[in-house]
C-alpha cells in the first residue's frame, strides 16, 4: 500500500514540476516578448505582404515590316544598344531612294526656277529700254513742227509706246511670278527643299527602324516574336527588365501607416534568399490609395451591403544597388518587410524631384548621316553645272 502511495506522491510531484516548468517557459517568453516590443517592437512595422517590382521596358515594332534575325531569347542578359531583332529593310530601302530622288528634283526645281527669274529680269530691262526709245520717238514726233509729221507716223509712235509699256508690264509679272517661290531664301531654305528633306528624314529614320536595339540593360523576357513573322507597328515583341533597379512595394494595412515616414530605415528578407540574406532601404513613398481604390471594380461601400475590411496601402522601399548586384532579385519575389519607424523627422509624402530617370535607347541616331546626305545632293543639285 505504501509504494502505491509513494507512486502517486511521485506522479503529483512530477506533474508539479512539470506545469511549473511550462508556467515559466510562458512567463519566460511573456518577458521576451515584453522586451522586445518596449525596446524594438513598438518602434517596427512589419508585413509579409511584400513583393519584388520593377520595370518592364516593352521592346515593340515601330514598321510594318518582317522579321528577319533574332539575336536575344529568354532569360538572356542584354546590355542598353546591344542588336536585338532585324527585320527586312527591302521596302524601306526602296523607300530611302525615292526620298532622295524627291529631294534632287526638288533642289533642280528650284535652281531652274532661279534661272527663270534671272531670264525675266534680263527681259524686264530689254523691254524697259525699248519702252523709252518708244517714249523718246513719240515725244520728238510731237514736238516736231506742224506739217512735218504725218498723222499716220505720229499714231504709230503712240501704239509702240503701248506695245512696250505692255511689254514691261509681262516682264515685270513673269518676274514676280518667278520670284515667289524663291525670295530672300537660297535653295536650301526653299519649302520645296525643306520638304523634301523632311521625307528623306522619315525615310531614314524608317530604315533605321529595321534594327531593333535593346532600350535599356537588363534581361529578356516574354520573348513572342519568331524568325518570319510579319509584324505591325507597335505589336510587343520581348520585353526587357533592368533587375538593377527593382524596388519593394510591401501592403500595409492602414493603421501601420500612421508613424510612417519617407526615409525611413527598412530591413527586407526574402523567401528566395531566406534569412541568412538580407536587403536595407528606405521609404521611397506612400501610394496614393488603397489596392482596392484602383481595382477594375471598385468595392461600392454606399449600396448598403457594407462590410467594414481594414485596407492596405502600398508603401514602396527603394533597395541599395550594391546588395541587388550581389544578389539579384526577381519581379514578383515574396517578401518580408520591417520598418524602422522611430525617426519621425520626415515628411509624409514624397516631395523630392525625381532622381536616376531611366533613358532608353531606341536605335541608331541617323540625325549627322542624313544631314551629311543631304548636304551631298544638294551639292550636286543646287549648284549649275559648270
Do not use: C
Not at 345 to 367: C, F, I, K, Y
Request: net charge neutral; charged share 20%; proline share 4%.
Amino acid at each position: 500500500m505504501s509504494d502505491i502511495t509513494d507512486a502517486r506522491a511521485n506522479l503529483a510531484e512530477r506533474r508539479r514540476k512539470g506545469f511549473m516548468l511550462f508556467g515559466g517557459a510562458i512567463l519566460l517568453a511573456g518577458l521576451v516578448y515584453g522586451a522586445w516590443w518596449l525596446f524594438s517592437g513598438r518602434y517596427s512595422e512589419t508585413t509579409d505582404d511584400a513583393y519584388v517590382a520593377g520595370n518592364i521596358v516593352a521592346v515593340t515594332s515601330r514598321e510594318n515590316a518582317t522579321v528577319t534575325a533574332l539575336y536575344a531569347d529568354n532569360t538572356q542578359a542584354v546590355h542598353q544598344g546591344q542588336l536585338l531583332i532585324e527585320m527586312d529593310p527591302s521596302i524601306a530601302e526602296v523607300t530611302m531612294r525615292a526620298a532622295e530622288a524627291n529631294l534632287a528634283r526638288a533642289a533642280r526645281g528650284v535652281r531652274g526656277t532661279m534661272a527663270n527669274a534671272d531670264s525675266y529680269s534680263a527681259q524686264l530691262n530689254q523691254a524697259e529700254v525699248v519702252l523709252a526709245q518708244a517714249r523718246s520717238d513719240y515725244q520728238r514726233r510731237q514736238a516736231a513742227l506742224a506739217g512735218a509729221v504725218s498723222g499716220e507716223e505720229l499714231g504709230h509712235a503712240r501704239d509702240a509706246v503701248a506695245a512696250a509699256e505692255a511689254a514691261v508690264n509681262a516682264a515685270r509679272g513673269g518676274l514676280a511670278q518667278a520670284q515667289s517661290g524663291i525670295a530672300g531664301m537660297d535653295v536650301a531654305h526653299n519649302p520645296d527643299v525643306l520638304a523634301a528633306e523632311a521625307q528623306l528624314r522619315a525615310a531614314a529614320i524608317a530604315l533605321a527602324h529595321m534594327k531593333i536595339v535593346a532600350p535599356v540593360d537588363g534581361i529578356i523576357a516574354q520573348r513572342t516574336v519568331q524568325v518570319g513573322q510579319r509584324v505591325n507597328a507597335g505589336a510587343p515583341l520581348m520585353a526587357v527588365v533592368p533587375l538593377s533597379n527593382v524596388w519593394v512595394d510591401a501592403n500595409f494595412k492602414e493603421v501601420q501607416l500612421s508613424r510612417m515616414r519617407i526615409g525611413q530605415p527598412v530591413k527586407i528578407t526574402t523567401d528566395i534568399y531566406g534569412g541568412k540574406v538580407s536587403y536595407h532601404g528606405k521609404i521611397a513613398g506612400l501610394g496614393a490609395g488603397s489596392g482596392s481604390a484602383f481595382a477594375v471594380l471598385p468595392p461600392q461601400n454606399a449600396s448598403g451591403n457594407w462590410i467594414k475590411i481594414v485596407q492596405r496601402v502600398p508603401v514602396r522601399i527603394a533597395l541599395d544597388p550594391a546588395e541587388l548586384d550581389k544578389n539579384p532579385l526577381r519581379i514578383g519575389l515574396s517578401v518580408s518587410a520591417e520598418i524602422d519607424v522611430r525617426d519621425q523627422s520626415g515628411p509624409r509624402v514624397a516631395n523630392a524631384p525625381l532622381t536616376g530617370v531611366m533613358r532608353a535607347n531606341t536605335g541608331e541616331d541617323v540625325g549627322k548621316k542624313v544631314d551629311a546626305l543631304i548636304r551631298r545632293i544638294l551639292a550636286a543639285n543646287a549648284a549649275p553645272a559648270q
